[in-house]
């Protein structure tokens, strides 16, 4: 799997949108990007994914380069909830497990 | 969505003694199961893939004899410590992926303290 490269920590005013970068500058064509996020103590949680286009969920929106070396997720309005470490992997779509990168830890302050 | 119940969320049990873990997918089937960990402040580990009906597949550096997998349904993988030592303490996960469409489904963790 292709290698990540994200900021330690990030600090984000509540209300405001966070915006979460990742370099995956080694990626080849058939890998896609995932982003999950762990909040204290618990499991990861599955964010959004993508392979080459924009995506849009209820949770986050996806950015990804044209030339696919780096993505951004986006937060459109943090909330103190979204306090977490986010994690950005690269993965082939049928690849049996997720290499954990050491993320992001994003603070949303009040 | 994709359910993963794990359980117990949280044990403390002697040393030497074995402790089971017990990972669900409640809503669809799992041939293929995963087991990470995760030491404080560290990121996850991935320490297996249980595979139903056949043997699970260990990292590297992870002792198939200490933690012992078994995937005996679609729906169930257990992961047992067995003599358990204080330095096993930390926080088990496992996951599964409901499709090639979807992400991967966590489990909430086990965290395991051994004293």
């Known amino acids: ?97 997720l290499f954990f990168g050491t993320g992001t830890r994003l603070t949303v302050i009040p | 969505g994709a359910v993963v119940s794990q359980h117990p969320s949280w044990v403390i049990c002697k040393s030497g003694t074995s402790v089971k873990i017990e990972c669900r997918s409640l809503d669809f089937q799992a041939t293929t199961m995963f087991w990470y960990r995760q030491f404080p402040k560290q990121s996850l580990m991935l320490m297996a893939t249980s595979n139903e009906g056949s043997k699970a597949t260990y990292e590297q550096g992870v002792e198939k004899d200490k933690f012992l997998i078994n995937h005996a349904s679609l729906t169930l993988s257990t992961l047992t410590v067995t003599s358990a030592h204080p330095e096993d303490s930390s926080f088990y996960i496992c996951s599964a992926r409901p499709g090639n469409d979807y992400g991967y489904t966590f489990g909430s963790g086990t965290r395991l303290t051994v004293v």
């Open chain 1, 1 to 97: 799997d292709a290698k990540t490269t994200q900021p330690p920590s990030m600090d984000c005013a509540e209300g405001r949108a966070a915006n979460l970068p990742c370099n995956h500058s080694t990626i080849s064509g058939n890998e896609y990007v995932y982003w999950y996020r762990q909040i204290h103590s618990q499991g990861p949680q599955y964010i959004i994914h993508g392979l080459k286009n924009n995506e849009t969920n209820e949770m986050a929106s996806l950015i990804i380069t044209e030339d696919r070396k780096s993505s951004t997720l986006i937060l459109p309005h943090a909330t103190l909830r979204d306090t977490a470490v986010y994690y950005c992997i690269v993965t082939q779509a049928g690849a049996n497990n």
